[in-house]
């Protein structure tokens, strides 16, 4: 856990005064919802189809306990007992009142928790791999850049009014679990060639409208200048982003127009103004900021113990939840658990009160006080003894976080739609609420094997539908909902746009659709072990098309 | 953004302007005699684009009370009962079309 000085505490508690003083101008009338808009929107406050929503940070996916007691108690106290985790690993509350938000904002000010930056064109919410300093492939814990990071671009009076948001993401070489290459800006710590570990950056990535991956400008940059290329990149793109139409402001049309050579040259002579400046890493400014991470004093146990085993032959529901939620961890003895927020016939990424309670205790009794939350809207336990975990799956069934569909066809990712949303055109949670009940026979769903489907509501893509295996975009036709598939995206280290398959289908006819692919992929796969993505990129997607508009 | 004030409006049947409460952003609706409700029977509606900019500015000149007014499409059935015109307003006036997330009895 990182460990807030009271700089920290300081920044959000004078926040949240600020905030409450605006409410209230607002409120009187003295501010007009013009002057009023761009002030609640840096504090993370929207304004949906039905009430006003709160978006929360949870900077890295990182929560204590705590925290989590916070968001359970704001979900209860002020909403209707539940919160939505979003794919930046963020929380968002869908009926919060404007009048009790700055009480609201108090409470989590009292844990260290703000809504500054989810919301407005300056630098997000930092996001990275929900096992980070728990996996047993990373070389180093990204969550320390990123709060370095973090840190350097909060309330950065340049980065306040950039042309468009700015997403960064921090990763790790070996298995890409942050999504890194659809980032504005991605930092992936690796080893160079002679041995020292450094950043791969990335710009340019973004999907909406007009998806693209992000391009390498530099494959090597030393630690010590994460920060000052971080802000080149930044004023660079403050510079020559476009500020005349939002649907070209991102920093991906930049780069796609500019070209990433010539960015990266752009990039290159910015640098050289303030590379060996001020923010030329310090070493004794790092070395605080990572000796505020603090780690779990971890017991000397051993590898799969006996009673686990013990427990998997006699319960074959634990059993398949080991097998498909439970991983290695770099600590003997202990295991990462990911607790799935999708339920047969739920909404993806949702949590109750309770659960959240719930989820906390368990984190204080199993996890030394500590959750993870990946932008796959799923929870994660990422310090339990192996020995505890029959007692911790079982804790797990009873509040409904321990369905075994982690990374399969019904571990959907979802954007709220049109059930909440003002900005979409069609609905996505019941089409994935639907998938999940056609997919509910785990045995099937396992045999499917790794199979993501990403779900958005309109272009805009916060539900990631382009890189999804099966990707699903929702599309207004004449007032009706339709919606187009697209097969083969990836959001991993190999990361892929997916292609679409044909014309869009009827809202009706998307889980029937999502069947008549999963079974022409069982008749496709070269070999059982063959996974749907690989079989995808093997065959193409002609198929698959023809499987699915063969009776449409 | 262009203003509302500013748009053209065109309408093909009957509308009714509709906005979010400030203080907690429920939706409403505004009165033929001024004024907001919650309740879409209590709603002005007009099938004229010039009385629809009538209303939508006089809904816009109380904007403490509401939010970003609008003319949104609704239906008369047969009784004369006034109801949301599209998906979008019939989830605005009813709810998400799902059921919210329940307790798991604990």
Known sequence: ?552 | MTSPLQQKIKIAGPVVVTANRVADGAVVYWRADGGWTTALGGAAVTTSAETARELVQAAISDGLRAVDPYVAPVKLTRDGEVRPGNLRELIRFSGPTIDLPVTFGI
């Open chain 1, 1 to 552: 856990m990182y460990i807030y000085d009271d700089l920290d505490r300081t920044l959000v508690n004078e926040r949240v005064a600020e905030f409450r003083d605006q409410v209230a101008r607002r409120l009187s009338g003295e501010l007009t919802e013009d002057e009023f808009r761009p002030l609640r929107l840096m504090n993370g406050v929207y304004l949906q189809l039905h009430a006003y929503m709160l978006r929360t940070a949870i900077p890295y996916g990182t929560l204590s306990s705590a925290q989590m007691h916070m968001l359970a108690h704001v979900a209860r106290r002020y909403d209707r007992g539940y919160g939505h985790f979003t794919t930046r690993q963020n929380i968002q509350y869908h009926w919060i009142k404007l009048e009790e938000l700055p009480d609201a904002m108090a409470d989590f000010a009292s844990v260290g928790m703000h809504g500054m930056q989810t919301s407005g064109n300056c630098v997000r919410n930092i996001t990275t791999d929900q096992w980070a300093g728990v996996a047993p492939d990373e070389i180093e814990d990204p969550r320390v850049w990123a709060e370095l990071v973090r840190q350097h671009v909060t309330l950065h009076p340049e980065f306040s009014f950039l042309p468009r948001k700015f997403k960064i993401a921090v990763g790790t070489s070996g298995h890409d679990r942050a999504a890194l290459a659809i980032h504005d800006l991605a930092l992936r710590l690796h080893r160079n060639g002679a041995g020292e570990i450094g950043f791969e950056v990335m710009v340019g990535g973004g999907l909406g409208r007009t998806p693209f991956l992000a391009k390498t400008i530099k494959p090597f940059l030393h630690k010590r200048d994460v920060l000052s290329y971080v802000e080149a990149i930044l004023r660079t793109y403050n510079e020559f982003g476009r500020r005349d139409n939002i649907y070209k402001a991102r920093i991906k049309i930049l780069v796609h127009e500019l070209g990433a050579e010539a960015f990266a040259r752009e990039v290159e002579a910015e640098w050289q103004n303030v590379k060996d400046g001020a923010l030329a890493l310090d070493p004794a400014a790092f070395a605080d900021v990572a000796s505020r991470f603090v780690y779990p004093a971890y017991e000397r146990l051993g590898d799969d113990p006996p009673a686990v085993g013990e427990a998997r032959r006699a319960d074959h529901c634990f059993d398949a939840w080991m097998d498909n939620s439970v991983t290695n961890h770099k600590v003997p003895g202990y295991a990462i658990v990911t607790l799935s927020l999708k339920p047969e016939g739920g909404t993806p990424g949702d949590a109750t009160a309770e659960q959240m309670d719930a989820i906390a205790d368990l984190a204080d009794r199993y996890s030394f006080g500590e959750i993870r939350v990946g932008h796959e809207q799923n929870l994660v336990l990422p310090h339990v003894a192996q020995r505890d975990l029959p007692e911790l799956w079982r804790a797990l069934d009873a509040i409904g976080v321990a369905t075994p569909n982690i990374g399969l066809i019904s571990d959907i990712i979802s954007c709220p739609g049109l059930d909440y949303c003002s900005l979409a055109n069609t609905r996505s949670i019941p089409i994935a609420r639907e998938i999940t009940r056609r997919f509910r026979d785990h045995d099937l769903a396992r045999d499917l094997g790794r199979l993501h489907i990403n779900i958005s509501g309109c272009i805009n893509a916060c539900g990631h539908h382009h890189v999804g295996h099966i990707g699903i975009l929702g599309v207004e036709k004449n007032g009706e909902e339709f919606y187009q598939i697209t097969l083969g995206g990836k959001a991993d280290e190999g990361a892929k746009l997916g292609a679409l398959i044909g014309p869009a289908v009827p809202y009706a006819q998307v889980a029937d659709v999502v069947e008549d692919i999963a079974a022409a992929y069982v008749e496709l796969r070269a070999r059982p072990d063959e996974l749907f993505i690989d079989t995808v990129k093997r065959t193409g997607i002609e198929p698959f098309r023809e499987r699915v508009y063969a009776t449409r």
